[in-house]
């Protein structure tokens, strides 16, 4: 069911997260789209620092963000403040098949990465096994959040350099108009550090799936060639 614990404590909740973190995922929606004073609280951090707010795009209701400014979601838009929403993640939900979850609102000016909406290893708020729990956005924003994390670990600090990098970090999603936008995909983000390829072959079925390969090179990039004797540069490799 929902769970409102009222705008005070939210507020109070994200300073003390905000003081603390330089990452701060937090589920929350309002069905108002006036700016509260919990929404200009983060704005007003946002604003002034490198920090970086991951929310969920919420599920179900209003379904597009971009004609229906929900609240804080619309801290993710470009056309509500550009340097708020260099700061701010709207995360929406992926299936397995790489496809924008049915229950996940979207919207492809809010709504700037997909991920994993299972709850799959996760933990209610008491500590309790969640994961036979519905799929929710509110999984999927913590797990780009890891992710975010795991670019600092590696020395990304400006919050603006972090966003572009997991929107990098991406297989393509089926669903959404933008081609920009797609699924955050854990192993591109730790090959930041690494050499990487990516291979569509076969699964365990037979039918073709997408892999990244992560370690280190056993010959030079120039000596390597695929694509039918096309040779790697430095130049070519991102």
């Known amino acids: 069911g929902s769970f409102d614990p009222g705008e005070g404590a939210m507020a109070t909740a994200f300073t003390y997260l905000a003081q603390r973190s330089d990452v701060i995922a937090i589920s929350f929606m309002s069905t108002s789209p006036a700016l509260t004073s919990f929404v200009?609280?983060?704005?007003?951090?946002?604003v002034h620092g490198e920090q970086?707010?991951?929310?969920?795009?919420?599920?179900?209701?209003?379904?597009?963000l971009d004609n229906n400014p929900f609240s804080p979601q619309l801290l993710g838009s470009n056309a509500t403040d550009v340097q708020t929403a260099n700061r701010t993640i709207v995360v929406g939900s992926a299936t397995r098949e790489l496809a924008k979850a049915g229950y996940s609102?979207?919207?492809?000016?809010?709504?700037s990465l997909y991920a994993p909406g299972e709850p799959v290893g996760a933990l209610n708020i008491v500590g309790q096994d969640a994961s036979a729990f519905s799929p929710a956005t509110s999984y999927s924003a913590p797990h780009v959040a890891l992710a975010a994390g795991i670019l600092r670990s590696f020395g990304y600090t400006k919050a603006r350099d972090i966003k572009d990098r997991l929107a990098a970090a991406t297989w393509p999603i089926t669903g959404v108009q933008d081609s920009r936008i797609?699924?955050?995909?854990?192993?591109?983000?730790?090959?930041?550090?690494?050499?990487?390829?990516?291979?569509?072959?076969?699964?365990p079925d037979g039918?073709?799936?997408r892999r990244t390969y992560v370690?280190?090179?056993?010959?030079?990039?120039?000596?390597?060639?695929?694509c039918k004797g096309v040779p790697f540069f430095e130049?070519?490799?991102h």
């Open 52 to 64: 970086l707010l991951i929310l969920p795009s919420g599920d179900d209701i209003p379904g597009n």
């Open 207 to 209: 039918a073709p799936v």
């Open 215 to 226: 370690g280190k090179l056993q010959e030079r990039l120039q000596d390597l060639t695929i």
């Open 235 to 237: 130049g070519r490799v």
């Open 182 to 203: 797609g699924v955050v995909d854990l192993v591109k983000v730790a090959a930041v550090q690494h050499h990487a390829v990516e291979v569509i072959e076969p699964g």
């Open 105 to 111: 609102n979207y919207g492809d000016g809010t709504v």
């Open 40 to 46: 200009s609280l983060m704005k007003a951090y946002l």
